[in-house]
């Protein structure tokens, strides 16, 4: 693994379906992200991580929830799939220098399309 | 809601032109980040500049920040078509427990034209 992954590329899921969202990095980054991105929408965070073991909600936290058992894990689970919650869906990781947050590297992202 | 907005949502250029891109903010933020996306793809860092800096450069690309307006900018310089993708800027708000989320602008669609 090199960098931050994520799993599945696509998926195509019947509404009320339960699906979790893969998302490993190897780079030993304390804080972990769960992004939807939308069409004239942007990027808005779902759900964060400061570290192993905490979990916060982000900007559009509703029917999505997030675990960080370890370091390098962060999946993102939909109990019960809406299709509004079609989406392109990024996780991402990051370190600090010291008190100061760095720069977020992104996984390649999971299509998600719930009919 | 969106915290960096972006200006203009679209710019088309020629190749070889200098290409700028504005994001405004609204809250005191801990650093603020451009981040280009291709079509389909994820989204790759290209600088962080901190609150109490007032211009990076890397490579082809200029970014300054001016905290008494809540503004930044992006210049690339001498463009390329294969610089055309979408831009975001993204603001990391300062202290509490914001713990490095990113707030995202819309994005400036850049069109290089060979």
């Known amino acids: 693994i090199a960098g931050i992954t994520q799993a599945p590329t696509s998926q195509i899921l019947a509404a009320g379906r339960r699906m979790t969202l893969r998302c490993t990095q190897d780079m030993r980054h304390n804080a972990m992200y769960w992004y939807r991105q939308d069409l004239g929408l942007g990027l808005r965070l779902i759900h964060y991580s400061n570290t192993a073991g905490t979990t916060g909600k982000g900007e559009v936290p509703d029917g999505y929830s997030v675990s960080r058992a370890n370091t390098d894990d962060f999946p993102l689970t939909l109990a019960s799939a809406v299709p509004s919650q079609t989406s392109v869906y990024f996780c991402?990781?990051?370190?600090?220098?010291?008190?100061?947050?760095?720069?977020?590297?992104f996984g390649p992202g999971t299509r998600l399309t719930v009919l | 809601s969106q915290q960096g907005e972006e200006d203009p949502q679209a710019l088309s250029i020629q190749e070889g032109e200098n290409a700028t891109m504005n994001c405004s903010y609204k809250t005191s933020i801990n650093n603020l980040q451009w981040y280009r996306q291709n079509s389909g793809r994820g989204l790759v860092h290209l600088i962080l500049?901190?609150?109490?800096?007032r211009e990076k450069h890397s490579g082809r690309l200029r970014v300054t920040l001016d905290t008494s307006k809540k503004s930044s900018s992006l210049l690339i310089t001498a463009s390329r078509a294969a610089d055309t993708a979408s831009y975001f800027c993204a603001t990391v708000t300062a202290g509490g427990t914001s713990y490095g989320k990113l707030t995202f602008g819309q994005g400036t669609i850049l069109t290089v034209h060979p």
């Open positions: 991402a990781s990051s370190g600090m220098t010291g008190a100061s947050y760095n720069e977020q590297f």
């Open positions: 500049i901190r609150s109490n800096e």
